[in-house]
């Protein structure tokens, strides 16, 4: 039988070249967004297309009940993706933007697998793809709120892969660095919203970095790679007989892992405090 999928944020970027390769690669693709607009979007292209906003509970639970009633109550990989970014000074960040970023990139993510869980345990197999980032593996300035995310996700997907390790529902972790899509867009309005930079304490370190690397393009990133380099780790995931813990993409992300495996808390500080 055809094996199914739900990917989540596939309006753009990482998600989008999922549901694509994936559907390329035979599988049957749930591609869900937060906007209808871009379901619909979706939907003619030929994929069937959930909506599912992570900061809408309700949304959550009618989107995964119509991935259900289209396979009979089955599913066999979920790849939690969908986020935001919200960058800012820690001591710039308003305690309630720090909780609506954890809406979108922790919470939902929670409550969306759990939901999965049930059926997955029922059919004796699963995958549960969680799409981390380099940012869960080190700090970055500027970062702070987005860091946080990651790190919570980690530690949580690490407890989920001890918990189901005596079941056939296997926990992964995808861990990419800089790739193309529009995270960095997509954050401005969370940036504008909640950083109040213009009467920070830092305000010439922001005005020197962060607003020129939010508003000003400079073409990619170094190492940056296409979201497809996403996708080719996402099917290794949910297609090997016994997949890794964690796949790295990207060289920063190797990069990183390896440094903090060699190195002390200082060292890495140093070489991280003014990226």
Known sequence: MQKTILITGCSSGIGQDAAHGMRARGWRVFASCRQQ????RLRAQGFESPRIDYTDADSIASGLTSVFEATGGTLDALFNNGAHGLPGAVEDLPTDGLRQIFEANF?????????????MRAQGHGRIVQNSSVLG?????WRGAYVATKYAVEGLT?????ELADTDVKVILIEPGPITSKI????????ERFINWENSALR????ASLLKRLYESSGPDRFE???????????????????????YVTTPTYVAGYLRRILPTRAIDRILSDI
């Open 37 to 40: 607009r871009d379901c619909d």
């Open 107 to 119: 919470f939902g993510w929670h409550e969306l697998t759990r939901q999965v869980i049930p059926a």
């Open 137 to 141: 593996l080190v700090a970055f300035p």
């Open 158 to 162: 690490d407890t989920l892969r001890l």
């Open 184 to 191: 960095r867009e997509n954050s401005i309005p969370f940036f």
């Open 204 to 207: 010439a370190r922001y005005e």
């Open 225 to 247: 790679l296409p979201a497809s380099a996403v996708t080719d780790k996402l099917a290794r995931a949910v297609e090997a007989k016994r997949p890794r813990a964690r796949y």
